[in-house]
């Protein structure tokens, strides 16, 4: 029988350790046939993770998404994506639990590198983790906060547009897409209620989107983006709109990965909303006129080379607040000033299979509501 | 016409070709660094490409069938050998799907016209 230590050993001997590393020669490769990539006609990515709070209030284990990507070629020219998500495992009828979500499911005119047409439903090209959000590429069990809720990831809906190369390293995307809808605003998570999702979005005026990158210097890539489009149509007579501006920034050199990232959204004729979802449900839902975020990750790989897999050990602060300023007549309540402190570590067993293990330290301006604050353990990868 | 040779071919110009000039790219979700490279018409270069994460593929259009996996972070690197014979912009892109954002990973190779000496000069 193995004890716990020849089990650890057996299982790192035999499932962990990775396979020999081909050396460069080895890996030479011409275009053959047999040099065509081994992967099946569907990739995808998943992550779970126990989350365990320090009030002692139980802690819970969530499949949270699951995630199937597929896609074809119609011509070297014309091609379809797709990414279809269930969130936290499962989805039941008139219940509350997970999401079904199509988040991609575009048809990209490849025209020339400087202009191309997509149309379909696509990921608003806002931040950095809203298009690129597989597990093993961001450090911490659970997206930051500030991609929860000030840019309320995963935001996708459908729309048509242009994207391409500007050339000298700048990429540009620039959406017409369906417009946020102010009446699932919330005064805690901002926006995020309000994506339509494509699914019979009303587009009586449609918003738009951009994004310019520039990702010409080797290690660095930095973005800015926005949002702005009419978000009062399900309300008579009011007249409301959403915006939201963005800036982010990645760098990394040797062992040293850095990120950051700001953005703040403006809700114009936030007092006339909740005036009028007051009227209309009894609650005023205390929208602010404007919601601010941003937040700087450093995080090392600490493993030497002559260990076969890499690790990570990262930090992050976070700064946000969804009620940063609010219409007048409103009050601001100091639960939804919030930072937090995320420290943990990242353990790749291979570069598609990422161990997570965190602590993530909430505080806010209230005495009375506590912020949250758990260890967390996760288990993300990509295929 | 550009014609593409397996990295360790090269040699087979004989003993008066000079080495080819190393590109290094670079693949990570979801670009390629760089991701405009410029040629002279006649040159032959050779493209070293590792990834910075996951398997990615590594199609150039418009010049053959080449379509290669790029390895993943640490486990080597993927070569091609090109002779820039005929001047054009071509399209190279990730050939394997890596993730949401995977159809911006695309770059574009640039064979210039060489001036023409025309032995004159």
């Keep these: ?383 | 016409m550009v014609v593409l040779l397996v990295s360790g071919a090269a040699a087979g110009h004989g003993q008066s070709a000079p080495p080819p000039r190393v590109i290094h790219i670079v693949a990570e979700r979801f670009l390629f660094t760089p991701s405009e490279i410029t040629v002279e018409e006649g040159s032959v270069v050779e493209l070293r490409i590792t990834s910075e994460d996951t398997d990615h593929g590594f199609r150039l259009r418009g010049l053959g069938d080449v379509n290669l996996t790029v390895p993943k972070r640490g486990r080597g690197d993927v070569r091609v050998t090109i002779e820039a014979n005929e001047p054009g912009n071509y399209v190279f892109e990730c050939s394997h799907v890596c993730g949401a954002g995977h159809g911006f990973m695309r770059g574009a190779l640039r064979v210039k016209a060489r001036r023409s000496s025309g032995g004159t000069r």
């Design chain 1, 1 to 383: 029988m193995f004890g716990p230590i020849e089990g650890l050993v057996w299982l790192w001997l035999n499932l962990l350790s990775p396979q020999p590393a081909p050396q460069p020669a080895a890996a030479e490769q011409a275009g053959a046939p047999s040099s065509a990539p081994q992967t099946g006609p569907v990739s995808g990515y998943m992550d779970f993770h126990y989350n365990q709070p320090t009030d002692g209030t139980p802690g819970i284990l969530d499949f949270h998404r699951f995630v199937l990507l597929f896609s074809h070629s119609f011509s070297d020219r014309l091609r379809f994506v797709s990414e279809l998500e269930l969130e936290h495992g499962v989805v039941e009828g008139l219940e509350e639990g997970g999401e079904l979500e199509l988040e991609q499911a575009y048809v990209d005119f490849l025209v020339r590198p400087s202009l191309n047409f997509r149309a379909g439903m696509m990921l608003v090209p806002v931040g950095i983790i809203n298009e690129r959000h597989e597990p093993p590429v961001f450090h911490g069990v659970e997206r930051p906060f500030v991609d929860t809720v000030i840019v309320p990831t995963t935001w996708f809906d459908v729309g048509a547009g242009i994207h391409g190369s500007f050339g000298r390293g700048f990429r540009y995307r620039a959406y017409a897409m369906a417009p946020l809808d102010a009446r699932e605003f919330s005064a805690e998570e901002g926006l995020r209620g309000g994506a339509q999702h494509g699914s019979e979005a009303q587009v009586r005026n449609v918003a738009f989107t951009g994004r310019l990158e520039y990702v010409g210097a080797r290690g660095l890539q930095t973005g800015v983006s926005f949002w702005r489009g009419d978000t009062g149509f399900n309300l008579p007579r009011i007249d409301t709109k959403a915006g939201l501006f963005e800036l982010d920034a990645r760098f990394s050199r040797g062992r040293l990965e850095t990120r950051g990232q700001f953005a703040r959204v403006f809700i114009d004729g936030a007092g006339a909303l909740n005036d009028a979802m007051g009227r209309l449900t009894g609650i005023d839902p205390n929208i602010a006129e404007q919601l601010i975020g941003s937040y700087v990750e450093v995080a090392y790989r600490v493993l030497p080379a002559s260990v076969p897999h890499e690790a990570a050990v990262f930090v992050r602060y976070e700064n946000f607040d969804t009620q940063f300023k609010m219409p007048d007549g409103s009050v601001k309540l100091p639960q939804f000033d919030r930072d937090a402190w995320v420290v943990g570590a990242t353990y790749w067993v291979d570069p598609d299979v990422a161990i997570k293990l965190d602590y993530s330290h909430v505080r806010s301006g209230s005495a009375i509501v506590p912020p949250p604050r758990s260890i967390n353990v996760g288990l993300g990868w990509w295929f």
